[in-house]
C-alpha cells in the first residue's frame, strides 16, 4: 500500500473511534509504555542451562513437538529474543527462571548455590536493551525433586528448596536494583500427587513454612514483589496439587506487606475465567500478577490467540486500572510444535492486540449504561465494537513502536529461520 493509502485508512479509522469518544493516540500512547514480561522460556522448550537438557521436563509440565531450532545456549537464547524483541511493539520486560543461570569457566551453582553474578550476563543484555527483569525460582526439572520440593516430608529435601528460594530473594534484588524496575519473583511449585493423598493438610502447612522462610530473607518489597501462583493440576499430579488456588490466595491475603497473588488463567476449572478473577482479586489486593497463556482442556500452554477471553482478560485489566502498575502482566506459553519465534511473537503481538482492543472500548459510557440498567444498549454497544476497525490502529501503534506491522514479520522470521535455525 502507497504512504497515502496507509495515512488515508489510519485517519478514516481514527476518525470512527473519534466519533464514539475514543482518543486512539492517547490509548497508543499509554499502551506504548507498559510493561509486559516475555518469558525466556519459550525460546528452549523449558530447559535452561543449569541441568542435562535430555532430561524430560518434571513439575507436571510438559513441552510438546519437535520443532528444529531450540536454542541450545544463552548466545542462542539471546539472540532469538532479540529477534522477538524487534518484532514486537510496545515497553517489554525479560521473564527469567533460575534454571537460566549463567555459568563461566566450567563453574557450575547447584540451584541452593545460585547468586547474583550467575545473571549478569542478563544484566548485561538487559541495560543494553533498556528491559526490566522479572524472576522465577525453579522448584522442578532437577534431581533434587524427591519428586516434592517445598512440600517435601524430608527435610532434606525442603532445605535445599528454602535455601534456592532465599537465593533467588537475592537475585531479583539484584536484578531488580541493577536494572532500576521491580522485579516480580513468582513462586510455582508443581508439587502435588497422582493419587488420592491421605493427609491433604500436612504438604500445605509445610509449603506455608517454607514460603515464610524464604520471605524472611531480607528485601525491599518496592523492588522485589514476591508472588505464589497456584494451581489446578499438572500431568502426573491429577489428584492434589498443594498450591491450590485457595492456598496461594489465602497465603497472598495473609502476607499483604511481603507478597501477591499471582494467576495464570490455564490454572483453574475450564469453565472458569481469570478475566472475572481480577476485578474480584483487586477488592482486596493493590497489586496482583497475571500469567496469559491459552489453556485447551487442560494446562496446554499454547500460544496466546487474540480470542474472547483474552480479550476480556485485557478488558478487565483497563477497566480496573490495572494498567498504571496495580497488574503486573508476563506471558507463559511453550509450544514446541512451530517456529518458536513466531510462537512467541504471535503470542506477545496478540496479547498487545488486546490491551490495544481494551483501550479503544468506550468503558465510561458501557458502564453508565450498566448502571442506568440499560442493558439493551449495552448490548447493542458491545457488539457493534466487533467490527470497528482495529486493525487500521493496531498497524498505526505497530509503526510508531518501529515493530512491523501484520503481513510483515513472518517473512523475517523465515529467513531467520533458513539463516539461523536450521544450521542448529
Ligand atoms: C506451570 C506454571 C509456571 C510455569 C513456568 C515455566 O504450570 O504456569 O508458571 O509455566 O514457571
Ligand atoms: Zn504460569
Redesign the pocket.
Known amino acids: 500500500m502507497s504512504e497515502t493509502k496507509i495515512a488515508n485508512a489510519y485517519e478514516y479509522a481514527k476518525g470512527v473511534y473519534a466519533a464514539m469518544g475514543i482518543d486512539v493516540e492517547a490509548a497508543m500512547e499509554k499502551l506504548a509504555a507498559v510493561p509486559v514480561a516475555l ?1 525466556c ?1 519459550q525460546g528452549d522448550d ?1 530447559r535452561g542451562f543449569d541441568t542435562d537438557p535430555s532430561k524430560p521436563l518434571t ?3 510438559q513441552t510438546t513437538g519437535n520443532y528444529p531450532g531450540r536454542a541450545r545456549t544463552p548466545e542462542e537464547l539471546m539472540a532469538d529474543i532479540d529477534m522477538v524483541l524487534k518484532l514486537c511493539p510496545g515497553t517489554k520486560k525479560m521473564n527469567l ?1 533460575a534454571s537460566y543461570a549463567i555459568f563461566e569457566d566450567g563453574e557450575w551453582a547447584d540451584r541452593d548455590k545460585l547468586e547474583p553474578k550467575h545473571f549478569k550476563k542478563w544484566v548485561d543484555f538487559c541495560k543494553e536493551r533498556g528491559l526490566g527483569c522479572d524472576f ?1 525460582p ?1 522448584f ?1 526439572s532437577h534431581p533434587k525433586c524427591d519428586p516434592l520440593t517445598l512440600t517435601s516430608p524430608n527435610e532434606e529435601t525442603r532445605r535445599f528448596w528454602i535455601d534456592h528460594g532465599k537465593a533467588c530473594i537475592r537475585i531479583s534484588q539484584y536484578l531488580a536494583e541493577e536494572l532500576g524496575q521491580p522485579c516480580i519473583m ?1 513462586i ?1 511449585t ?1 508439587d502435588g500427587f497422582k493419587d488420592v493423598p491421605a493427609d491433604r493438610l500436612g504438604p500445605r502447612v509445610r509449603y506455608k513454612e517454607s514460603i515464610d522462610e524464604i520471605l524472611s530473607e531480607p528485601f525491599d518489597f518496592n523492588k522485589v514483589k514476591p508472588c505464589v ?1 497456584s ?1 489446578v493440576f ?1 500431568i502426573g499430579v491429577e489428584a492434589y496439587t498443594a498450591g491450590s488456588a485457595e492456598f496461594a490466595l489465602g497465603y497472598a491475603a495473609m502476607n499483604k506487606d511481603r507478597c501477591i497473588p ?1 494467576m ?1 488463567n ?2 483453574y476449572h475450564p469453565t472458569e475465567v481469570v478475566s472475572d478473577k481480577i476485578p474480584a482479586l483487586l477488592a482486596f489486593f493493590p497489586e496482583i500478577a497475571l ?1 496469559v ?1 491459552r489453556p485447551i482442556r487442560w ?1 496446554s ?1 499454547h500460544v496466546v490467540l487474540f480470542d474472547d477471553e483474552t480479550k476480556e482478560i485485557a478488558k478487565e485489566i483497563v477497566r480496573c486500572g490495572g494498567l498504571e502498575g496495580s497488574v503486573k502482566i508476563a506471558l ?3 509450544d514446541a510444535s512451530i517456529n518458536r519465534i513466531a510462537a512467541w511473537t504471535v503470542g506477545f503481538r496478540n496479547f498487545q492486540k488486546a490491551l490495544l482492543n481494551a483501550l479503544l472500548c468506550p468503558n465510561e459510557e458501557l458502564k453508565a449504561m450498566q448502571d442506568s440498567d440499560n442493558w439493551t444498549e449495552l448490548l447493542v454497544r458491545q457488539e457493534e465494537q466487533k467490527t470497528l476497525p482495529f486493525g487500521e490502529i493496531w498497524n498505526e501503534y505497530c509503526r510508531r513502536c518501529n515493530a512491523p506491522v501484520d503481513g510483515e514479520w513472518f517473512a523475517i522470521v523465515k529467513k531467520y529461520e533458513a539463516e539461523v535455525l536450521s544450521a542448529r
Request: charged share 20%.
Open positions: 518469558h522460556w523449558v513439575g507436571g509440565i527462571h522465577n525453579t522442578f513468582n510455582w508443581g501462583e494451581k499438572g499471582l495464570d490455564g490454572h500469567h497463556t494446562d500452554d507463559d506459553y511453550f
